[in-house]
């Protein structure tokens, strides 16, 4: 067991110091609670405006990427309609090309068709006046029937004369 002596200046000594700690130790100590204290609400409430900027920032986030798939979307559909346009356009045009074509070609054909008919036909006349006068110098060659065929047109003349007039 301590000393009653010991013991009273223990307990002087401690009330002393608990009288400089209460004078200027606890204000301080309480102080630079209040001070953390105050620090970490504020630090709190700035963390809770954090979660909901960064909430809103999300949000905004998921909707600007929804807008730029409907404008990829939209870009997509208009260069699809585009693509089958300028196809359905070459197509169009490529029929066009084909019966401008076809009808030149048909064009020519008959041209060249005409031609040789006609080619065809003025050897055939001329073929035919060449058979005609051998056949006719043949069939000729004595006065006596070149006199007998005079008589044989003159006669059919004056009967498709007459025929006319009737």
Known sequence: M?????????????IIVLAVLAKWGFPVITSMVDKR?????????????AD??????????????????????KILKEASEAKNNIIRQAQEQARDEAAKIVAEAKT????????????????VALLSVNVAEKVIRE?????ARQQELIKK????SL?????TVN
């Open 52 to 73: 909901e900027k960064m909430a809103n920032l999300l949000k905004e986030q998921a909707r600007i990427i929804g807008e730029a798939r409907e404008e990829q979307n």
């Open 2 to 14: 301590p000393d009653s002596g010991l013991l009273f200046w223990m307990l002087v000594i401690f």
């Open 153 to 156: 047109m003159v006669e059919e």
């Open 139 to 143: 069939n000729l060659s004595s006065d």
């Open 37 to 49: 204290r105050k620090y970490i609400d504020e630090s709190l409430g700035l963390a809770k405006k």
């Open 108 to 123: 020519r054909i008959e041209a060249e068709k005409e031609s040789a008919l006609s080619q065809i036909r003025s050897q």
């Open 159 to 163: 009967k498709i004369e007459d025929n």
